[in-house]
Structure formats: structure tokens, C-alpha cells
């Protein structure tokens, strides 16, 4: 099982978070996103985390429901309105069924690459096929490694710069690897949290989903659609699982 880097530590301060992620009108977007790929209204989010966006989604009437490792930010989520409604399963996200097909399964903001081997990634794409109807989707949102930027014999990039909040990503490029570190201020105390990622290209999440049965029907650079190019710091990418699968 993949280990759980999302205990109370960062549970607690998830959504406290000053990233655009977390921008209401950001999340609306997202949700607008998601709710129009289910026509019948069924989705499952991988890494449902706090319900950051599972539970916006259940609000505009979707039977949402979710899978992740960290009970911590589950209870999170369960302190929110309406989150308690939501069926949750405690388990890895790559292999945990749910016994059941959805219209959309889900996984954004980063979280394929809290998968830290190829095989853990494959997996997940071949239990996000079996979870979805035909004809159904499956999306994720995640980041385009920041390799150019990067000078020979490099390995960290800046990604916040605060007075009381620094954030770097440290490359192992040979492995393409990928830890990320965080240090924050908070009451005169320095919170310091390390999670180790494995960043991916989109031809390769391509070859995964293919392998699982899926194919290719958009890829964007942001959630209204915008188009994906050399330039994207990110691509939301939308697969179809075909009828003989």
C-alpha cells in the first residue's frame, strides 16, 4: 500500500491553503468541469482528501462518493456541510474497489503523483477503467515537471517565496522524482513537511490509459478550457473508456 503522508499535521491546515487551488471561484470552475461529464450524475473522486471539490460536487446534486488513504483528512471532511454524506472507503486509491461503476471517476490537483512508482500509476489507471461504465470518463489534473527551469546539476525549484512560508521541489531526474518540501511559520514555530512524489509526462498517463482500456478525448491547460501547450504549467486530461473494454 502506498504510504499515507496526510496525517493530522496537514490535515489540519489543508484548507487554509493560499493557492489558487483553493479560490471559490477556482473550485466552481472545477465543479462546473466534472458535474458536465456526468450525465447520470455518478462520480467517484480518487484521493477525496477534505472534499475540497467531492463535496461542491454533491451540493449540485451528484452521487459523489471517494476513496483515500489518510483518515485524517476523511474526518476533515466530515466536519463540512454535507460531508458526512458522502461514502467514503479507507484504502489506496490504485487498488481499493467500490463495487460499483460511476459515469466519472476523478483524481486532481496533483494526487496521481502521490503514486511514487510507474506500476502504483498503472494501477490506478486500470481500477479508475474498472470503476466506469462505458462510454464513461476519467480525469486528472496534474502539474508539467518544471525540467527547463532547472540548471545542469540543479535539483530544487522554488515554488513559494513568503515571509513565512517557503515551498521547494526537489528533482531526481534520473527517477523522475520528485520531493516536495514545505516550511511554514506558525505561532513562532517552524512546520517543515516533505512528501515524495513521481512526476509523469502526459504520453505516459496516454500509454497507461490505453492499457486500461481508455482513450484520449481532451487535454486542456486549465479547467475553462484552455488550450494545452508547450507552455502549460498544467493539463486537465479527460479519457473515455471504450465500449469493448
Not at 57 to 79: A, K, N, P, W
Request: some cysteine; glycine content about 6%.
Amino acid at each position: 500500500m502506498n504510504e499515507n503522508h496526510f496525517g493530522d499535521d496537514v490535515a489540519d491546515t489543508y484548507d487554509a491553503d493560499d493557492s489558487d487551488e483553493f479560490d471559490p471561484v477556482v473550485i466552481e470552475s472545477i465543479v462546473s468541469f466534472l458535474a458536465d461529464l456526468a450525465p447520470n450524475g455518478s462520480a467517484l473522486e480518487l484521493g477525496v482528501g477534505t472534499g475540497r471539490i467531492a463535496v461542491p460536487l454533491h451540493e449540485r446534486g451528484l452521487d459523489v462518493e471517494g476513496i483515500d488513504l489518510s483518515t485524517s483528512m476523511v474526518e476533515r471532511m466530515r466536519r463540512k456541510s454535507g460531508g458526512s454524506e458522502l461514502r467514503v472507503v479507507i484504502g489506496d486509491f490504485a487498488t481499493t474497489s467500490m463495487d460499483r461503476t460511476y459515469d466519472l471517476v476523478f483524481l486532481v490537483f496533483n494526487t496521481i503523483m502521490n503514486l511514487t512508482s510507474q506500476e502504483e500509476q498503472v494501477a490506478c489507471f486500470a481500477n479508475a477503467a474498472t470503476h466506469l461504465r462505458p462510454g464513461g470518463r476519467f480525469v486528472v489534473e496534474v502539474m508539467m515537471p518544471d525540467l527547463r527551469r532547472l540548471p545542469p546539476g540543479e535539483v530544487f525549484r522554488p515554488f513559494k517565496v513568503q515571509a513565512d512560508a517557503l515551498g521547494l521541489d526537489e528533482y531526481d531526474v534520473a527517477n523522475q522524482g520528485l520531493i516536495s518540501h514545505h516550511y511554514r511559520v506558525h505561532d513562532h514555530k517552524t512546520e517543515v513537511h516533505s512528501i515524495p512524489f513521481r512526476y509523469v509526462w502526459p504520453s505516459e498517463l496516454d500509454l497507461m490509459a490505453t492499457m486500461a482500456g481508455m482513450a484520449l478525448r481532451d487535454r486542456w491547460s486549465g479547467w475553462t478550457r484552455e488550450p494545452f501547450t508547450s507552455e502549460s504549467v498544467k493539463h486537465v486530461s479527460v479519457w473515455e473508456k471504450l465500449d469493448q473494454y
